[in-house]
């Protein structure tokens, strides 16, 4: 059997520039620097650094499998790396997303967000690898449920013998840390129940029933519930595998033309339109958004990374951006009112537990 080749997405928020709107250039030269230093040490095959908004991405293929020690300490020394150099810029919130000042051998739990996927290289290996900001992972689940669940966006599911068996979905329960497996078409209405509640119930990897294949791998760490206090959104990743028995590329991007409703935007406590976009156009600035999601398109060849394409400057998702425009005016002018902002156990960045204290003796019983 050939090399097996670890596709790993590793990202943190470690500074903003100007607020939490975008990375500093030097941020990613510096991050440019490390990853050459990894590919010329032989720790990884090859490497392509990019950002979404405030949320920069080190995108590496090597040969180490997932959740290798050595891959996620590279990783973190390079966000250590990063977050002096923000430091020295005084961007904002310099060191945002690590939340330990140790590393403790695997990065998953410690604040950046990890997808993992091992596979053996096909002859054609088209990855698309989505990266958002302003944003939770469970935005991930409607996009994914249409890719690998709904005939009505992948006809693959109907025209491609391969596809017939349909997909499993692991979903994890990040409040009670417990996973779970789905199979589609199936159980598709049951995990709808779950997956329809994106901020407790998230998929993490997608597998073709037909042979095991693993066809996706999304981010699901929730920062406020390993801190225990609002430090940020999660602003996940996801990488999807595509074409020859697996969704085609244009598949995998057509969910992203409708703008669906994501938790996230201003101080990550309200909802707002999901706004795909290009590279240059991932910069949140108005009320801190909307969210953003960018597609970074590559052929893998023997582990090197060719590209990236830029597959949401693409004209055809000018209506999906007009439409997060008009949603997020119509939002907008709820105000602090729900269902703009977040439900009230949803609250990360709330006072209410202080609200609730200040106001504790002026409250009068009126039960009979
Ligand atoms: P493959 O089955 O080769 O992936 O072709 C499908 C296709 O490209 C449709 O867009
Ligand atoms: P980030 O999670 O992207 O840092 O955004 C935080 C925020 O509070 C935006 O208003
Ligand atoms: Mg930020
Ligand atoms: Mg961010």
Redesign the pocket.
Known sequence: MADLLTFSVIKADVGGYVGHSNVHPELLETARKQTAEAISSGLLIDAYVTNCGDDLQLIMTHRHGVDNSEVHQFAWDTFVACTETAKSLKLYGAGQDLLSDTFAGNITGMGPGVAEMEFEERPSEPVIVFMADKTSPGAWNLPLFNIYANPFNSP?LVI?TKMHQGFEFEVMDVIDHKSIRFVCPEEMYEMLMFIGAPRRYMIKHVYRRMDGMIAASASTQRLSLIAGKYVGKDDPVLVTR?????P????TLEPFTFAHTAEGWMRGSHHGPLMPCSFEDATPSRFDGPPRVIAAGFQVAEGKLIGARDMFADPAFDRARAQANEVADYLRRHGPFEPHRLGLDEMEYTTMPQLMEKFKDRWVDESE
């Open positions: 693959g491609d595509c074409q020859s028995g697996l085609a590329v244009g598949e």
